[in-house]
């Protein structure tokens, strides 16, 4: 039976952070959540949520945040490697900074601990091999660099607010932004080939990633955050399975009958391989099954189609 405790959720309005909440809700917890609303929608948060806008880069808002949680969950943030190219500065603020400001919030209120959306990014180019969480981590973005200065930021400060980070890898499913061409693989394959039945994609079909539906992920953030689990620890969120883009453009040229796709130049900081070791996971959080890739792309679309 798990103990009904109070959460402080960021990004809350978000794909993911939405998502999450709403399990939580849903098995009986206390939710405060937060977000700034540049990219998350006020539709998406979850009934029962008390929920407040707010940019956690700004040091003067935590004066009006609760001070009584027992976990923090830090999803907020810019979530795109090619737009932190665009504006760094931007990045830095809603990433790292706001990392840091939530990181000193939790130690003021005693927090038990902090689950951090992190993110396959700051592996970098380590080329065709699967990351582990041991690795030297090397990213080719801006926003790698965001996420991967927040984990250090969460090491310097474990012995006083005890930290989970979640390294996330390609997230995708029911809810995402649709509209959004730049963040999520295939959400952005799967919305141009509704439209318009062309794919535009952006890099080669050569390259290599490690997808994951977003019911997996939302267990590996219930279990990070209720299990007694070792403390101060990185762990990787994906399936584990390699997939190339081209794959994956068969899977859904198969679903959206007389879709195509044209290759053009790619995005800077792009990886070319990127694919999870998810064993620390596994063992970890007992996470043994994770949905099967055609059959969650297939689920995708339905919902998408039944709701349009």
């Known amino acids: 039976m798990v103990n009904k405790k109070k959460l ?3 990004g809350v309005a978000g794909f993911i952070g939405s ?3 709403s399990r939580f809700i849903s098995e009986g917890f206390d939710v405060f959540g937060i977000d700034d609303l540049s990219k998350g929608k006020i539709q998406n948060i979850p009934k029962g ?3 407040k806008k707010a940019n956690l880069s700004d040091e003067k808002i935590y004066k009006k945040i609760p001070k009584k949680f027992n976990s923090i969950l830090h999803l907020a ?6 737009e932190s190219f665009y504006n760094p500065e931007e990045d830095l603020k809603k990433n790292t900074l706001s990392t840091l400001n939530i990181i000193k919030h939790g130690i003021k209120s005693g927090a038990e601990k902090i689950i951090y ?8 180019d380590i080329g065709n091999r699967a990351a582990h969480e041991q690795m030297i981590c090397n990213p080719i973005s801006c926003y790698g660099i965001s996420k991967l200065t927040s984990e250090k930021y969460l090491n310097i400060f474990k012995n006083k607010l005890p930290f989970i980070s979640l390294r996330m890898f390609n997230v995708f499913g029911y809810g ?3 509209k959004n061409l730049k963040q999520g693989m295939v959400s952005i394959y799967i919305a141009q080939a509704l439209k318009d039945n062309i794919i535009n994609v952006r890099g080669s079909i050569s390259r290599i990633r490690d997808f994951i539906y977003i019911d997996d992920v939302v267990e590996a953030w ?5 299990n007694k689990i070792r403390p101060n620890q990185v762990l990787n969120v994906g399936s584990g399975r390699t997939t190339s883009v081209k794959k994956l453009l068969q899977i859904i040229c198969k679903e959206i009958k007389g879709c195509k796709y044209n290759v053009k130049i790619g995005t800077p900081g792009d990886q070319k391989f990127i694919y999870s070791n998810n064993s620390e996971l596994k063992k970890q959080l007992k996470l043994k099954k994770f ?3 055609n059959k969650a792309i297939r689920l995708f679309i339905s919902k998408l189609r039944k709701n349009s």
Do not use: N
Request: avoid cysteine.
């Open 222 to 226: 219930f279990r990070s955050t209720v």
């Open 49 to 51: 949520i008390d929920f």
């Open 19 to 21: 998502k999450v909440a």
């Open 291 to 293: 949905m099967e890739l």
């Open 176 to 178: 995402q932004d649709m």
């Open 8 to 10: 402080l959720i960021t």
């Open 77 to 82: 943030g810019q979530s795109s490697g090619e």
């Open 117 to 124: 959306a992190s993110s396959m990014s700051v592996y970098g």
